[in-house]
């Protein structure tokens, strides 16, 4: 199905970009990308291995990244600043991107969804969850963490030598192939074909790195969820690679351990990123999870 754009979505009534695959009557997943990252860095085949299993998929933009809005007018963010604790150059929250995808189903019809986050995008379902409990039917959280910087904290030195994303296309594309490298599973042969293609879409289709920025500086602005986290009552799903360095498998364990019921499901040799062996596997946990949900509703 082709992009199409929502107006006016959420409270910032701002624009957001989205793609809908599936039958229209089928439970409905909704996919959340990370940081930096656009709703192309959900591979076809992976909805397409969602749909295969009986759901709709629903992919999109976030605030900052891809053809979603963009936040230019701004004061800069200060990175630097923000982790040693000065977070006024914070232009906006996780809860204001929650906002966003919880403003996404309203454009769409959608009382709620199934909601599965990956990286940042993790952070965004657990905030779902957390403030707008009745739109979300289970939370799967893969590759996050819970905002306690006691876990699931990156291990930047993979990323040494690499220096910043260049400006021009083809450096772009290479560096992206690189990146995933360092930070993809040593347990899965790389796929540097499908990482080129989608990098050069993603130069194409709106790279900011200015936008990833802000999306870092507002996980740094939203704190620790633990204590909120272990409040939840929902059919949830952790799933972390045990090879992750950009977002320590803490994390997930951490998340799983808040979550009250939560299953965890850790992968070895899994780093951060979606090998496509793995696709039917982790297709089958997320829609096995949103089948049991179905049948076994709130209140039955």
């Known amino acids: 199905m082709s992009e199409e754009k929502a107006l006016n979505v959420g409270p910032s009534a701002i624009e957001v970009v989205y793609e809908r695959f599936g039958d229209p009557k089928a439970p409905p997943v909704l996919l959340v990308m990370g940081g930096g990252a656009q709703m192309i860095h959900w591979p076809e085949g992976f909805c397409a291995e969602l749909v295969d299993r009986g759901v709709q998929v629903i992919r999109f933009d976030n605030r900052d990244a891809g053809r979603s809005s963009h936040f230019p007018h701004v004061p800069p963010p200060d990175l630097q600043a923000a982790m040693a604790g000065d977070l006024s150059s914070a232009s906006y929250t996780l809860s204001d991107m929650a906002a966003d995808a919880v403003g996404l189903l309203d454009v ?3 009382d709620s969804a199934h909601v599965v986050g990956a990286s940042l995008g993790g952070m965004i379902a657990q905030m779902i969850a957390i403030e707008h409990p009745t739109r979300i039917r289970s939370l799967t959280s893969m590759m996050s963490t819970t905002g306690d910087r006691a876990v699931g904290q990156p291990d930047f030195t993979v990323l040494a030598g690499l220096g910043a994303p260049p400006d021009d296309r083809q450096s772009f594309i290479g560096w992206q192939v690189r990146a995933m490298r360092a930070i993809g599973s040593p347990g899965f042969k790389p796929d540097d074909n499908g990482v080129a293609e989608r990098a050069g879409l993603a130069y194409d289709r709106g790279y900011d790195r200015v936008g990833m920025l802000r999306q870092a500086i507002a996980v740094l602005a939203s ?70 949900a179905e049948a076994h509703p709130p209140g039955a």
């Open 223 to 292: 704190g620790d969820r633990t204590e909120r986290l272990r409040a939840l009552s929902l059919p949830t799903l952790v799933i972390h690679g045990a090879d992750d360095p950009m977002c320590d498998v803490s994390g997930g364990r951490a998340t799983a351990a808040a979550v009250p019921g939560a299953t965890l499901e850790i992968f070895d040799g899994l780093g951060h990123n979606f090998p496509r062996e793995l696709w039917p596997r982790i297709a089958t946990l997320i829609t096995d999870l949103v089948h049991r």
């Open 108 to 110: 769409l019809g959608f």
